[in-house]
């Protein structure tokens, strides 16, 4: 059974106790998608709109009123009209006096009034309890079904009674309520529909600066190096050398910065002796992003898994393959199996694959629809003991690519690195304080203190 028929149900079972009408000022998008939403679920439902007459996109049946008329057939109602237009309810204040009303409204421009929408709404007719509340449901998911994205409505307000009826109401209509608090948290509620991916913003600038830094970095050892010292043009390892470099690093570095948070977050409960202390700023919202780092982090390492694929097919490999052979022949030169070799390249390629896999089923457990569906200890199980098993053979995977080369003086140009050894830092110091960590005189205290043990209880704020 699909969930949209599962929610029918839902509603229809509701609808065997009377519903008390609900009446909507404004017959536009968001005002005909609610109503028709609300007829589905048996409320009867009366517009309020500057103009009686009906139409065909207003739900078939519903009444359209005057505003005066149709607000006082209900004891709540909804405004669905733009925070601009407002005024137009002042000389309605005695009607609307003791009503629920509830803001929908949304800004264009984050704190773009000094106060929220609501509490304008409040201050315009003093005797109404507001209710913020949908504003972060769109008219197109409301009409159209598709609400598996914004299930959640969060809603706000002074008045308890008030701000349960709309609780009510939403829960009726197949979503859940959130209680965010009151009238002053709308402001907040507003805000939240305008923010663009706020939870993505650290991880993509995080990746833009890194891919900067890497790009350079290699293009001065492999391109210009060779063509300085050389008088080699390798130019065109920019198409797919340089990016096949960077993509692993990225991984890499950001599937770290994943878990160095939490080992943060560890050092600094064992230092204060408590939990019960709030984490400075950058490192909550260093931890709140740590699932679109994961994901970021994940689509680097596909990218590296797509190039490495075409490595075979590109001209230059192809080129010096068969030049190679070509000079042995010439020269009549054999080459007998290195057995160390053979193996270091086949654990190298037998870890990248086994990190990748893990990879992409630490994605695929992020999901909301397969994280809802395991429990909290196997969702752990899976983002932390498996998250650091691939940490871990990734981070031997990039160890044993650099093999022999691995910190030989060779391999330096103009004093810099390999870009891969780089990449190692970081994973290398998570990977060790973990170690430590693990340790039972800091692991014993560290798992009181989560259970809420205090060192110094005096202290805690
Ligand atoms: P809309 O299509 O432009 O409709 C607004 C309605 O307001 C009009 O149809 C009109 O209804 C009424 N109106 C316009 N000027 C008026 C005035 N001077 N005096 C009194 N009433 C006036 O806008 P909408 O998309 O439905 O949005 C309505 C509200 O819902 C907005 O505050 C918006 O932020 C919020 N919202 C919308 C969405 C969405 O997806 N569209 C999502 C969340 C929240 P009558 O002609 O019947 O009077």
């Not at 913020?132 to 969060?154: E, H, I, M, Y």
């Not at 290699?218 to 990016?243: G, H, M, Q, T, W």
């Amino acid at each position: 059974m699909n969930k949209n028929s599962s929610n029918k149900m839902a509603m229809a079972s509701n609808t065997s106790k009377k519903r008390e009408t609900v009446c909507i000022f404004g017959t536009g998008d968001f005002g005909r998608a609610l109503g028709h939403k609300m007829i589905q679920a048996g409320y009867p439902v009366v517009f309020g709109s500057r103009s009686t007459q009906t139409s065909s996109l207003i739900p078939k049946d519903a009444e359209v009123l005057s505003h005066a008329e149709a607000a006082q057939k209900a004891a709540i109602i909804i405004i669905a009209i733009q925070r601009e237009h407002y005024n137009f309810l002042t000389p309605l204040a005695e009607i609307l006096h003791g009503k629920v009303l509830v803001d929908v409204s949304n800004s264009l421009k984050i704190n773009q009034y000094p106060e929220s929408n609501a509490e304008y709404l409040a201050q315009l007719v003093p005797g109404a309890k507001v209710v913020k509340a949908f504003n972060t449901v769109s008219a197109w998911a409301l009409q159209s079904g598709t609400l598996d994205a914004s299930r959640q409505v969060f809603v706000c307000g002074d008045d308890m009674e008030a701000k349960q009826m709309v609780m009510d109401i939403v829960r009726a209509l197949g979503l859940t309520p959130l209680d965010q608090g009151s009238l002053l948290a709308a402001q907040e509620i507003e805000n939240y529909p305008l923010q663009l991916f706020p939870m993505w913003k650290f991880p993509i600038l995080l990746s833009l600066g890194l891919i900067t830094f890497f790009f350079f970095y290699c293009l001065i050892r492999d391109v210009i190096y060779p063509y300085v010292y050389e008088n080699k043009d390798y130019s065109f390892f920019i198409a797919i050398s340089i990016p096949n470099r960077i993509c692993p690093i990225l991984a890499l570095i950001l599937l770290a910065l994943v878990y160095l948070p939490g080992i943060l977050a560890a050092i600094i409960q064992l230092y204060r002796g408590t939990k019960y202390r709030r984490f400075p700023d950058w490192l909550d919202k260093w931890m709140l992003c740590r699932k679109q780092l994961g994901l970021v982090a994940l689509a680097f390492a596909s990218l590296h898994v797509l190039y490495t694929l075409v490595i075979p097919i590109r001209s230059f490999v192809r080129w010096r393959i068969s030049s190679r052979t070509i000079s042995k022949a010439l020269n009549n030169e054999t080459e007998p199996l290195n057995t160390t070799n053979a193996w270091l390249s086949d654990s190298y390629l037998a870890l990248g694959i086994l990190g990748f896999f893990l990879f992409v089923l630490l994605g695929i457990t992020s999901l909301p629809s397969v994280s809802n569906n395991v429990n909290w200890r196997e969702f752990r199980f899976v983002q932390s003991k498996l998250g650091y098993l691939t940490l871990i053979l990734c981070t031997v995977h990039t160890l044993i690519y650099g093999g022999k080369r691995f910190l030989s003086p060779s391999s330096y140009r103009w004093y810099l690195p390999n870009a891969y050894m780089l990449s190692l830092i970081v994973p290398c110091i998570v990977l060790v304080v973990k170690f430590v960590l693990i340790f039972p005189c800091l692991d014993k205290p560290l798992t009181r203190i989560r259970q809420g043990w205090e060192r110094n209880p005096q202290y805690s704020e």
